[in-house]
């Protein structure tokens, strides 16, 4: 009987599948019997013999045209509206319905003390309502800016001026490790649609490369910005991440690629020679080295590889 | 799958800002599973150009649903769940199209697929690499393609992509009770179509 349990059990096991008592059962079992342990042998050499077929890696190359293509689809592709959803998907339909009630109830609990809580403060005549209208304009939500207009950094300091449109045009002061500072450079060099202005953010960016968000920036700037100034200037602030980042290296090789300005790729190609021994650094120098269109990089790409120690 | 932990908390933010309709959000979340997504389409149908059209396809239905996704489970399941219901979409394709592949007699009378001799001209393959696993591969891949669309799946899932029976269930929305019975079972079939290998 204990056999014939280690027998149904022993494909978990092997796939480490076995909860800890069973396991701890099967290994106390396995010394003791020879049948089994030539069970467990053989098919721990069938496990072996499948993971013979080898599951490739995409190339970068593969992964850098699937995420152009996708890019492009996206671009005519709209999400499900909400009445699409209301169509195409009464189980969700009928999901917000059942916490409709409390909805309502939690809705109707909140403006009953939020009505009430006004008419004390109102009549209470704390002046709290003067002090907001004077004092300095609390911190736009993201989404109520509609553009920034312009950056520019006091000469020898870290202090930084910004012009933002809102509803009508803002203005911000402060100093490059300010939150507020730091969120508006952000938004400045994803959304804005004057090239100058995502320079300047940029290059101020490219002053504090280790935050995350900063990188992230950078590397989206590097990715899809229009204007080749800003994707170099993105390439600059990324360069010491090459060695240490595997999303930046990935970044930097999608633009020696792909970027559609030479400059920006011999940039980048510069920027990969100290990881020139990477397998995926290698593929793409290889691929480069056989058949680019820019001689400059061809000629480039096979200097970096002669450099290269050989692998049998 | 490692930092899969770490990368859910990204996810959520993530996944919420694309459901407002940030597509830089929805491109992030694409970068953080496209390479899985790739790896996984590209050992099932062993070609690069189907696994571009599964990669594409998946992503673009996850874009235009993903204001759907509620948090029931995690976002990777979600978007593994979209491609291994497109990847078995794929397989029941192939598996009616085999049944009319070109089909050719040797001169010992012995049938062939007249597709299999096609040599594999595409970049990047390395011929003395691929002349030492050739046999083997074939055997393997001939024996993986008996199975139901069903069995290849799971088995696929657990050996070749490392997944937990539990995960698996989840990602074909079964049990992990019957995700297992799948494997034992696909298991099974491929001892005894490889059983003179062995």
């Not at chain 1, 990324?238 to 930046?248: E, F, I, M, Q, W």
């Not at chain 2, 992030?28 to 496209?34: A, F, K, N, Q, T």
Request: aromatic residues 8%; contains cysteine.
């Amino acid at each position: 009987m204990k056999c014939d349990w280690v027998k149904e059990n022993i494909l978990l096991y092997v796939y480490n599948e076995l909860p800890d008592d069973a396991r701890y059962e099967l290994e106390q079992h396995l010394p003791r019997c020879t049948d089994c342990t030539a069970e467990l042998k053989s098919s721990r050499k069938f496990h072996a013999l499948l993971s013979e077929l080898p599951v490739e890696e995409p190339s970068p190359n593969l992964v850098a045209a699937s995420r152009m293509r996708l890019q492009e689809a996206l671009e005519t592709t709209k999400q499900g509206s909400f009445w699409h959803r209301l169509i195409f998907d009464p189980a969700a339909w009928l999901r917000q319905v059942r916490f409709a009630p409390a909805l309502a109830a939690a809705i109707f609990i909140v403006g009953f003390a939020g009505g009430i809580a006004t008419t004390y403060k109102l009549v209470g005549g704390s002046g709290s309502v003067s002090s907001m209208i004077s004092g300095t304009p609390s911190q736009p939500a993201e989404s109520s800016i509609t553009g920034i207009q312009s950056i520019s950094q006091e000469p020898g300091s870290n202090q930084v001026t910004i012009k933002y449109n809102t509803v009508s045009t803002q203005e911000t002061q402060g100093s490059l490790n300010d939150q507020r500072i730091q969120q508006l450079l952000l938004f400045a060099a994803r959304n804005n649609y004057n090239s100058g202005v995502r320079m300047d953010s940029v290059d101020l960016l490219t002053q504090q490369p280790n935050d995350t968000h900063v990188r992230e920036a950078l590397v989206y700037a590097l990715r899809y910005d229009s204007n080749p100034g800003v994707r170099l200037k993105a390439l600059d602030g990324l360069g010491a991440y090459v060695k240490s980042d595997p999303r930046v290296r990935d970044a930097v090789l999608e633009a020696l690629m792909n970027d559609a300005n030479p400059g920006v790729r011999t940039e980048a190609l510069h920027l990969l020679d100290p990881v020139r021994a990477d397998s995926s650094v290698r593929a793409v120098l290889q691929r480069l080295a056989e058949n680019d269109q820019n001689q400059y990089i061809k000629a480039q790409a096979r200097n970096m590889l002669a450099q290269l120690p050989e692998f049998d | 799958m490692a930092g899969q932990g770490l990368g859910r908390i990204d996810d959520t933010v993530l996944v919420r800002e694309a459901q407002r309709g940030n597509r830089a959000a929805f491109e992030e979340l694409v970068r953080h599973y496209d390479q899985a997504v790739l790896r996984l389409a590209m050992h099932l149908t062993g070609s690069e150009h189907e696994a571009q059209d599964i990669y594409q396809d998946a992503f673009l239905k996850a874009y235009k649903s993903v204001g759907n996704f509620r948090f029931e489970c995690s976002f990777y399941t979600w978007i593994y769940r979209i491609v291994t219901n497109l990847c078995l979409d794929h397989l029941r394709k192939k598996q009616v199209r085999k049944e009319d592949a070109p089909v050719a007699t040797d001169p010992t009378g012995e049938q062939y697929d007249v597709l299999e001799q096609v040599p594999d001209g595409r970049a990047g393959a390395n011929p003395e690499r691929d002349l030492m696993r050739r046999e083997l591969g074939t055997r393997i891949s001939s024996a993986l393609e008996k199975l139901t669309p069903r069995e290849r799946m799971v088995f696929e899932l657990k050996h070749y992509h490392g997944l937990k029976l539990r995960t698996v269930g989840e990602v074909l929305n079964t049990t992990e009770e019957t995700a297992k019975n799948t494997l034992f079972r696909a298991t099974q079939k491929l001892r005894g179509a490889l059983a003179d290998m062995r």
